[in-house]
């Protein structure tokens, strides 16, 4: 009976994970922010387009999109830091 109740709540538990593939939301200063729909017509489908900007705490944040099969981008990833030199 001991090991049943063992493999029932690892079932459970591991019920509860993600997978990892949790989608990255929109922030304010990000393209698609607030639900906005951008589309690029002339730009390939499958390219990435980078996107920069200072957050609302005065971040420093790149964003990468990917133009989609229907010509809308997908926040792919983000990251925030200090503005390099340049």
């Known amino acids: ?17 993600s997978s ?6 929109p922030i304010p200063g990000s393209i698609t922010y607030g639900g906005h729909v951008a ?10 387009m980078p996107h920069e900007f200072d957050d609302e705490f005065g971040n420093f944040v790149q964003e990468v ?6 010509r809308t981008l997908k926040l ?8 390099p030199d340049r």
Not at 2 to 11: D, F, G, H, L
Not at 20 to 25: L, P, R, V
Not at 76 to 83: L, S
């Open 1 to 17: 009976m001991k090991p049943a109740v063992i493999a029932s709540a690892a079932v459970i538990a591991l019920s509860s994970c």
């Open 20 to 25: 990892g593939s949790a989608e990255i939301q």
């Open 39 to 48: 589309r690029l017509v002339k730009s390939p489908v499958g390219s990435a």
């Open 65 to 70: 999109y990917i133009v989609q099969p229907d």
């Open 76 to 83: 792919v990833r983000r990251k925030v830091g200090q503005k």
